[in-house]
């Protein structure tokens, strides 16, 4: 079984996580030998102090492999700082951006294997051996091994402007409206090797709950993912990362309304219409099902939805997999 996830961060990583859990307690043979290609996305990506940084990448990669700092949801566990206490006394810039020591060993591997000319997919193949991915049955493939950046348009006491995502993310905390999302390089980019692929083959594809405008929908904007998502024999079966009217964590509804979308879990199912044929919401509070357009192709079910652990999340992913069983000959059939 081909199990194929478009993942952003921490809602992606974490969805992962429970998904392997499930696979791994299965009675289900084919679940337990299923193979999980995960799609990263590289718009966060960015380069700090002559390193490369790719922390949706990595967030997949230190959770998968354990390493994961779990409360923070990114970045190391038993971290320190000391690099960055250095680079501070230089009054080396940014320092907005946190930076943690076994972190940075990351980036430096990283950097010095891109510097020889090994491109990004293979280098994230290289740091993932060390964590152990492929031995669990997963494979994490950067959405395109060329440069993408996503850039915010702000305009506030410093003009119109355009700042790089974790600019806006991290140092503004979303909380400078976004005008507009510009993924810098997604034009000429080409999707990853393997990516498209995974895609047509999979036997199911799922959108993890992760942000939907700055990470699955900048996936979605490398040429042919829509297409190859459109074109697919699988069910495609997403989690709505937005619970009660609002993100569960994050600042995905000032994403949302930078591209004029309620933060409603209907309205991000209405991003992915034109491929989506499941949806999971979660309606304890009574609101987010209602927000669900129905339409012919589309099946929505409520289930607890939020990932308090790793069990909760298996749970999730579970739902995901059964709803997808449900769709397969209704989306074989199309
Ligand atoms: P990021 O790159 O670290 O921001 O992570 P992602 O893009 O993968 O995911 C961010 C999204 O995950 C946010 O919009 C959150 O609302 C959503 N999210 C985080 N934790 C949970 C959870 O436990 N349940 C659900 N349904 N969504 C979650
Ligand atoms: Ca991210």
């Given at each position: 079984m081909q199990i194929t996830v478009l993942a952003g961060g921490v809602g992606g990583a974490r969805f992962v996580r429970g998904l392997l859990a499930h696979l791994a307690d299965s009675p289900d043979p084919a679940h337990r030998d299923a193979e999980v290609t995960v799609i990263g996305n590289t718009g966060d990506d960015i380069t700090l102090f002559g390193l490369r940084v790719c922390p949706d990448l990595d967030t997949v990669m230190y959770t998968l492999g354990g390493g994961i700092h779990e409360e923070q949801g990114w970045g190391r566990a038993d971290e320190s700082h000391v690099v960055q206490g250095e680079l501070a006394a230089y009054g080396a810039q940014p320092q907005w951006f946190g930076l943690g020591d076994r972190d940075i060993a990351t980036h430096v591997a990283r950097s010095q294997l891109l510097d020889l000319g090994m491109p990004l997919s293979q280098v994230t193949a290289v740091l993932c051996d060390r964590w152990g991915l492929p031995g669990q049955g997963v494979r994490l493939l950067p959405m395109s091994d060329d440069p993408v950046e996503t850039h915010v348009v702000v305009d506030d006491q410093d003009g119109r402007r355009a700042v790089h995502f974790q600019e806006w993310w991290v140092r503004m905390r979303a909380a400078v409206p976004a005008q507009q999302f510009v993924a810098v390089g997604i034009d000429t980019a080409t999707a990853g090797p393997g990516v498209l692929e995974s895609i047509r083959a999979a036997d199911v594809v799922l959108l993890p709950p992760?942000?939907?405008?700055?990470s699955i929908g900048i996936i979605l904007g490398v040429p042919g993912v829509r297409d190859a998502l459109r074109g697919t024999r699988a069910p495609v079966v997403g989690v709505s990362p937005i619970v009660g009217g609002r993100p569960v964590r994050g600042h995905a509804d000032a994403c949302l309304r930078a591209i004029g979308v309620e933060t409603t879990a209907g309205a991000v199912a209405g991003l992915y219409e034109d491929f989506l044929d499941g949806w999971l919401v979660d309606d304890t509070l009574g609101t987010?099902?209602?927000?669900v357009r129905q339409r012919a192709g589309l099946t929505v079910r409520s289930r607890p939805l939020l990932m308090t652990d790793v069990p909760a999340a298996a749970a999730i992913a579970g739902a995901a997999l059964d709803l997808a069983a449900d769709l397969q000959p209704q989306r074989a059939s199309v």
């Open positions: 992760s942000n939907p405008v700055v987010d099902l209602g927000s």
